[in-house]
């Protein structure tokens, strides 16, 4: 079976500042990964994904990662944060074929801050 | 895109009482959908994959005959939590999986947050 673990539950950043949100996942299998955002209240929207071919993957609002293999992660970074990124994200991945449309399996989340 | 919804977003309700919550694709067909149980500052976990005219996967752990889910139709899932207890208070997320550009993804509900007083 696989796991997500997101060690940061926290991460407070200034704005403008860059921010990493660290991922890392264990499967024994070719895995689909995924970073989600949740606003307060919200349900989950989808910043970006990896499937397959470039390891680095750009997504919304700026957001991109790094898949990498050989250290089972699935970094997400911003260059530069705006106060509206404050929110909860998720690291999910997915095995199997179709990718998302298996059961995804989310890490704890990380909570980022940001502060003027 | 693709928009799912969830209705209410907020229900209060008395112990031992039911509560019905829906999910629908507004905008495509889904012949799966999943409901997910989120508790405060907590992850997702999930509770049962809903495939349309066939009974619910639920996962390890989660009472079926305490969330009842049917999906009777391409576009509604509904999760029923009988017998609601104060315990059974949290944020559950539906979401759909649709096929794009050769890949399933899955949509997300904004949420229903269920209080059992």
């Known amino acids: 079976a696989q796991s997500v673990t997101q060690l940061d539950s926290q991460v407070p950043v200034f704005e403008e500042a860059p921010v990493e949100l660290r991922c890392n996942y264990s499967?024994?299998?070719?895995?689909?990964l995924f970073w989600y955002v949740q606003y307060p209240n919200q349900g989950l929207q989808l910043l970006l994904k990896y499937l397959s071919g470039s390891t680095l993957v750009k997504g919304i609002n700026g957001f991109e990662a790094e898949f990498n293999k050989s250290q089972t992660s699935f970094h997400l970074r911003k260059p530069s944060v705006h106060i509206s990124d404050t929110a909860e994200y998720f690291c999910a991945v997915s095995v199997g074929i179709t990718g998302g449309g298996n059961k995804l399996t989310f890490g704890t989340g990380t909570q980022l801050k940001v502060e003027l | 895109g693709a928009v799912v919804s969830q209705h209410p977003s907020r229900v209060i309700c008395k112990s031992g009482t039911s509560v019905k919550i829906e999910c629908r694709s507004l905008d495509f067909q889904a012949t799966t959908m999943f409901w997910y149980r989120q508790f405060p500052k907590q992850s997702l976990m999930l509770m049962a994959t809903?495939?349309?005219?066939?009974?619910?996967?639920?996962e390890q752990g989660v009472e079926k005959d305490k969330f009842l889910i049917n999906h009777a139709s391409l576009t509604l899932s509904t999760l029923t939590v009988t017998s609601a207890h104060p315990e059974d208070s949290s944020f559950y997320i539906c979401?759909?999986?649709?096929?794009?550009?050769?890949?399933?993804?899955?949509?997300f509900g904004p949420g229903t947050r269920l209080t059992v007083l």
């Open positions: 979401s759909a999986r649709v096929k794009a550009g050769g890949y399933n993804e899955q949509f």
């Open positions: 809903s495939n349309e005219g066939s009974k619910a996967t639920y």
């Open positions: 499967s024994s299998v070719s895995v689909y």
